[in-house]
């Protein structure tokens, strides 16, 4: 690696499919995985004479995302026509927004509570409302074949959401699309299926190095193709370094050549060049006289705010601050999303110890819904049995390892903490039992006192074992401190 | 302000068309005279004139987020030139 030679300079273009019912400018639906060419009408197949009509779910899907991610809402927007040709685009031009876009001038603030990166608010450019283009599927074995094309897809609303760019390494690029992609599932906008193609990455990448002559950029490269963030950290992992090998060798600068396209290829792990789209890409843009353009007043926006809830980053301080739990652990829950926060809030609520809920949603539930591939909704201990069960660890009536065993057996029994602890023979030892255990044990080990007396407090260890062999049911931390603070008075 | 060959070639590759060099020059005669009339508009004073969206004065027309039924498969496809039982056929498209 080369870090300290250059400066990976990052900015990242995101399109969303909106959670709509319909398609952005006409009725059809956008359902996923119909049969191909089975939902079109006259508008998204661009028959003479149709007229498209804005779907005001999709406006309000995007007024709600760009005020989320901090973004200016200028009282006016319009759509413009981006003039290209492809088969999949039978209008031969997208609907999109070119010159006044329905957001502007936003950020996302990313962080990483591992510490990875500092902290670091990511500029949002834009976010503009405009329409999917169809699908073509090449038959690639094939070669000269047709290509086929289904336009189920066309006219299904995106939100373009594209960042400044702020991103200085790979890691942080990640940061910012898993932090994006849990607002919109928070906000309910889009469910950002990557597989099929509800959010798609692009990512503009270059270097910034420092030469004996001052401060250069090499050219950007867009990566295209990237089907997952892992894809895309890699792609970007690699890009980087491509670049500086190629700056090495031809000492290209950002203009002296055009901007490049580059498909990441997930096989064999490089990107590749990509064959220009356009001859140039002259889009002549224009306003789309089709469409009327939209107005929202500053109480409408004030409205939209009024209704987001709380978002990731809020959820976090506040898990943090009410249940006194560290920004990692909160970072754990929010990220897996708002029902494992609320299953989280009532277990602490009930269970009366924050930390130690999230000790036991964090190890024992996330890694049971792991294994058994279910959502938390599925999770067959509700967060009343479970807070017996750490109520019953919080007051040391059973110790940590234990009391796996006994969720073991709650989870497919239905048995409550209680009737399993009970089952197992689990009760709390008193205080004069354990102290004549102590006592006992001391007594039969005259080395291990010795050593205690010195200070030598990991000695107790030795007595743990047979300590538990005695009673299965003593809390081991409780049994060593009463050791060592009976050892001194012997 | 009149138009160049080189700019008419332009748009022509862009709307991808072929022209011959006799089209190319009529093209180029025909395409100055369009422009040249639309900027007859140039002539008149705009300062104070706020710009304008869009050529109707309306605003905000939304429809519900309510399905329709869409076109059948075969209605969709009616006017292919090229078409199988799914779908379109255009001539392979290279570079993706």
């Not at chain 1, 959670?19 to 319909?22: D, L, R, Y």
């Not at chain 1, 299965?472 to 809390?475: L, V």
């Given at each position: 690696m080369s870090e300290s030679l250059y400066e990976i300079v990052i900015g990242l273009e995101v399109h969303v499919q909106l959670?709509?019912?319909?398609k952005l400018f006409c009725r059809c639906s956008t359902q996923y995985g119909a049969p191909p060419n089975t939902q079109t009408c006259p508008v998204c197949l661009a028959m003479p004479g149709s007229l498209p009509v804005m779907n005001r779910t999709a406006f309000q899907l995007g007024l709600k995302t760009a005020c989320a991610l901090n973004l200016q809402i200028p009282n006016f927007t319009k759509w413009d026509r981006k003039n290209y040709y492809y088969p999949d685009l039978p209008k031969g031009y997208q609907i999109s927004q070119y010159d006044l876009p329905m957001s502007q001038d936003g950020f996302l603030l990313i962080t990483d509570p591992k510490g990875q990166f500092e902290p670091r608010k990511v500029g949002i450019i834009r976010a503009h409302l405009e329409e999917d283009a169809g699908k073509s599927m090449h038959d690639e074995a094939a070669g000269k074949a047709d290509s086929r094309i289904d336009l189920n897809r066309t006219g299904t609303p995106l939100l373009e959401i594209v960042s400044e760019p702020?991103?200085?390494s790979p890691l942080e690029a990640k940061a910012y699309l898993t932090e994006l992609k849990l607002i919109l599932e928070y906000l309910g906008v889009?469910?950002?299926n990557m597989q099929e193609g509800s959010l798609r990455v692009d990512a503009n990448v270059n270097l910034h190095l420092q030469t004996p002559e001052g401060k250069v950029a090499t050219p950007i490269v867009e990566i295209k193709n990237m089907n997952s963030f892992r894809a895309v950290e890699r792609a970007i992992a690699f890009e980087a370094e491509r670049q500086y090998e190629v700056w090495l060798e031809t000492k290209q600068k950002i203009g002296d050549v055009a901007k490049q396209t580059r498909g990441w290829d997930d096989q064999a792990q490089v990107t590749r060049a990509q064959r220009y789209k356009e001859e140039s890409s002259d889009y002549r843009y224009f306003p789309e006289p089709d469409l009327a353009p939209v107005t929202t007043t500053d109480e409408e926006i004030a409205a939209v705010k009024a209704e987001l809830g709380e978002l990731p980053r809020q959820i976090r301080d506040r898990l943090e601050a009410q249940y006194k739990i560290p920004a990692y652990d909160a970072d754990v829950i929010v990220n897996q999303g708002q029902t494992t926060v609320n299953y989280y809030e009532t277990l602490a609520k009930n269970s009366g110890d924050g930390k130690l809920a999230s000790n036991w949603v964090q190890q024992e539930v996330l890694r049971v819904l792991k294994e058994r591939s279910l959502e938390i909704d599925a999770f067959p201990i509700s967060t009343e049995r479970l807070a017996e069960l750490v109520k019953a660890v919080a007051g040391k009536e059973i110790d940590g390892t234990r009391a796996k065993d006994v969720f073991a057996e709650m989870l497919d029994s239905g048995k409550s903490a209680p009737e399993v602890m009970k089952e197992m023979g689990i009760e709390k030892v008193d205080d004069s039992e354990l102290e004549n255990l102590c006592r006992e044990l001391l007594e039969a080990n005259p080395k291990v006192l010795a050593d205690l007396k010195e200070g030598t407090h990991k000695a107790v260890g030795a007595l743990i074992g047979q300590a538990k062999k005695k009673n299965?049911?003593?809390?081991p931390g409780t049994f060593r401190q009463m050791c060592i603070d009976m050892s001194a008075k012997m | 302000m009149s138009l160049s060959q080189d700019d008419v070639k332009k748009v022509s590759l862009l709307s991808r068309l072929l022209l011959t060099e006799e089209e190319l020059t009529t093209m180029t005669e025909q395409m100055s005279d369009i422009v040249g009339y639309v900027e007859q508009l140039n002539e008149l004073d705009t300062t104070d004139v706020e710009p304008m969206a869009?050529?109707?004065?309306?605003?905000?027309?939304f429809a519900a987020d309510e399905r329709a039924p869409s076109l059948s498969r075969d209605e969709a496809l009616a006017n292919a030139p090229k078409r199988d039982d799914e779908c379109f056929r255009v001539p392979a498209v290279l570079g993706e």
């Open positions: 959670a709509t019912q319909t702020d991103m200085r889009s469910d950002c299965p049911n003593i809390d | 869009h050529a109707v004065e309306q605003f905000n027309v």
